[in-house]
């Protein structure tokens, strides 16, 4: 199954496969590209946020004595310590270090830290906000935003810097990505339904093309009827030429095998006629030797026929109806022996072939029942399987040694030469059988007699 997976992939798998590829990759980068957007504009609040702070820093700072002046803050996290809400005014000094001049209370009893190139950073950009990523106090995150300004009666610049605990922005983002997430989850289901319906919709015709091929071949219909879109049209119009096609070259054969019928079994019978009418040793083995060559024509054409039928499209018989049909018959031509017929079919059990065939190989293996039985004859067909059907003739006469059946299977065979009849009976059932794909097997009945299945191709309904 794995195997022949491989080798025949299914159209329908690819497509949807390759649409749900495409699609959850689609979800996938759509859901981390908006979990950063998110992230960043959470982090430019929180810049803007500062900003806001070392803006008032610097309009509100004022020099007296000396001394640098902070203007006073009514933030309530100012004034808590380690509240994870801080601002700083500093000055650089040797080796671009820091030293706090005006703290926040919430620093306590420490400073902000800041990376080692910062005050060149702020050097080479006077005037202007830089923003960086540092540890506070207790070591929490924290976003932080450094400016340097000059204050009037101060001769050097000062640093202005202010700082926010940005554990909140994470929490923000994983909230944001279950919600996201959830979200991307039920459209991606959806997608996947949408995807498997579309896919389904779209390949409708083919599997509609599929089974109008299958009652084509098994004999439930002659053509492609439906309607298919432009795409599909073209492949539905080279199959019905192909059906029409195989039809054309089954008639031809038939044609031919006719024709040599004709042409073959008009000489041999002048040939027996002759020798019939001239008595002597020559005659006697021309007679031999038409005979022997009738039976074998007969049994090529058999062959051929029933060959040619089997490529046939669109042939199909019921299967209790051809039994109906031989059981009277036979019944009449057996009537002196009293021989009686009880058969059974389904009336829904239908042969894959011609009429014709099915009426040589029951007809066949119901008249030598019939001809070896003592007074019964049962014959049963059957569903055998989704393709096959099963053709059971038993009798009540006597049976056949199990080495001496497959003897009979030959052509002109004759077990007991004092029964009537060419011995071409069985060898006929047996040909036309193999020549559907079938089998031919014998054993013992339960009736006494001799047992013969038949197994042979099944049309649906």
Known sequence: MILSGL???????????????????????????LALLFQQAAIRRIDQNLNDVTVNLVAGSTVEDGQVVAPPFTDERALRAYSGWYWEIAEPIAAGKLHALVPSYS???????????????????????????????????????????????????????????????????????????????LLGAGLVVAIIVQVRVGLRPLYNLQTEVAAVRRGKSQRLEGAYPSEVM???????????????????????????????????????????????????????QAQAMQLQVDHHLRRARAAARTQGLGERTGVAEVLDELSRTLERIFRDKGVSIDWDAPDDLYFLGERQDLQEIAGNAVENACKW??????????????????????????????????EVLRRGARLDESAPGSGLGLSIVDELARAYGGALRLGDSAMGGLRLEADLPRADA
């Open 7 to 33: 080798r025949h992939p299914s159209l329908a798998r690819r497509l949807v496969l390759l649409a749900l590829g495409w699609s959850l990759a689609t979800l996938i980068v759509s859901a981390v590209g």
């Open 373 to 406: 039985c003592k007074a019964k004859v049962r014959v049963r067909a059957e569903a055998a399987a989704p393709q096959q059907l099963r053709l059971v003739v038993e009798d009540d006469g006597p049976s056949l040694p199990p080495d001496r059946r497959d």
């Open 234 to 288: 073209p492949l539905a119009e080279e199959l019905n030429a192909l059906v029409e096609h195989n039809q054309e070259v089954v008639e031809r054969q038939r044609t031919h095998v006719g024709n040599l019928a004709h042409a073959l079994k008009t000489p041999i019978s002048v040939m027996l006629t002759e020798a019939g009418q001239r008595p002597g040793p020559l005659a006697e083995l021309v007679s031999r």
């Open 107 to 185: 620093l306590f009893d420490t400073t902000l830290r800041a990376p080692a190139d910062l005050v060149a950073r702020l050097k080479a950009n006077p005037g202007k906000h830089i923003s960086y990523d540092t540890v506070g106090p207790q070591g929490e995150p924290l976003r932080a935003r450094a400016q340097q300004n000059w204050l009037p009666g101060r001769r050097s610049p000062v640093i202005f810097l202010a700082a926010e605990d940005s554990s909140s922005v994470a929490r923000e983002v994983q909230n944001f990505v279950v919600a996201t997430s959830s979200i991307f989850i």
